[in-house]
């Protein structure tokens, strides 16, 4: 027999109408439960990327730069929502197994004369940022999704310092030119290169 869920009878609520109240209801609820965790989730990766770029980009310590706004976790009714991120020094080139880091392959490289690269190799290794977030919210009401507890989500991101070695930064302005110089000067050979290297004014 085919129910006909709107039709009235005698001016009430068909049976059927009233017992898919409270399962219209849970879905409501649940829908609203995953759609927040759904939301925490995307708002701790974006705190978690500005926070990180902030520390990597800031001349202030790290530990004060790793911050961003997050009024998003604020802002919702029946919600309690928080975040934080803490941000650390992450080798850049651990990673690597095809090719060698790149100051150990100039190493490397220089192996014939190592003085060459006196003035220009980076002794301290080359870092990234990382910053790892956790954020968590728990829904207020009603009290069945509250006993829940609190759902927690958690985020990383990986951002290089904007840090470069060009020739306007110490001490690659000079870079190789008083090594090669000094070694010149040590047997007259200079004198095939008058105008050639700037370190003869020192």
Same mark, same amino acid.
């Given at each position: 027999?085919?129910?006909?869920?709107?039709?009235?009878?005698? @001016?009430?609520?068909?049976?059927?109408?009233?017992?898919?109240?409270?399962?219209?209801?849970?879905?409501?609820?649940?829908?609203? +439960?995953?759609?927040?965790?759904?939301?925490?989730?995307?708002?701790?990766?974006?705190?978690?990327?500005?926070?990180?770029? !902030?520390?990597?980009?800031?001349?202030? #310590?790290?530990?004060?730069?790793?911050?961003?706004?997050?009024?998003?976790?604020?802002?919702? #009714?029946?919600?309690?929502?928080?975040?934080?991120?803490?941000? !650390? !020094?992450?080798?850049?080139?651990? @990673? =690597?197994?095809?090719?060698?880091?790149?100051?150990?392959?100039?190493?490397?490289?220089?192996? $014939?004369?190592? %003085?060459?690269?006196?003035?220009?190799?980076?002794?301290?290794?080359?870092?990234?940022?990382?910053?790892?977030?956790? @954020?968590?919210?728990? =829904?207020?009401?009603?009290?069945?999704?509250?006993? %829940?507890?609190?759902?927690?989500?958690?985020?990383?991101?990986?951002?290089?310092?904007?840090?470069?070695?060009?020739? @306007?930064?110490? $001490?690659?302005?000079?870079?190789?030119?008083?090594?090669?110089? %000094?070694?010149?000067?040590?047997?007259?050979?200079?004198?095939?290169? #008058?105008?050639?290297?700037?370190?003869? +004014?020192?």
């Amino acid at each position: 027999m085919r129910i006909d869920l709107i039709r009235r009878r005698r @001016g009430s609520l068909s049976l059927e109408a009233v017992m898919i109240v409270p399962f219209a209801i849970v879905v409501m609820l649940t829908a609203r +439960y995953i759609v927040e965790g759904m939301l925490t989730r995307q708002e701790v990766a974006v705190f978690t990327r500005a926070s990180t770029v !902030s520390a990597a980009s800031s001349t202030l #310590p790290r530990i004060v730069a790793c911050d961003a706004d997050r009024t998003p976790f604020g802002a919702k #009714p029946g919600v309690s929502a928080s975040a934080s991120v803490s941000c !650390s !020094s992450y080798r850049a080139e651990q @990673g =690597l197994k095809r090719e060698k880091p790149f100051f150990r392959a100039l190493r490397d490289g220089a192996r $014939p004369w190592p %003085q060459i690269l006196r003035d220009v190799d980076r002794k301290e290794p080359v870092n990234d940022v990382k910053g790892s977030g956790s @954020g968590r919210f728990l =829904l207020s009401q009603p009290d069945f999704l509250r006993k %829940q507890g609190a759902v927690t989500s958690r985020q990383t991101y990986l951002t290089p310092e904007p840090e470069f070695w060009d020739h @306007g930064t110490k $001490p690659y302005t000079a870079a190789h030119d008083p090594v090669i110089w %000094q070694a010149l000067r040590q047997r007259n050979t200079y004198k095939l290169f #008058p105008n050639v290297f700037p370190s003869r +004014y020192n």
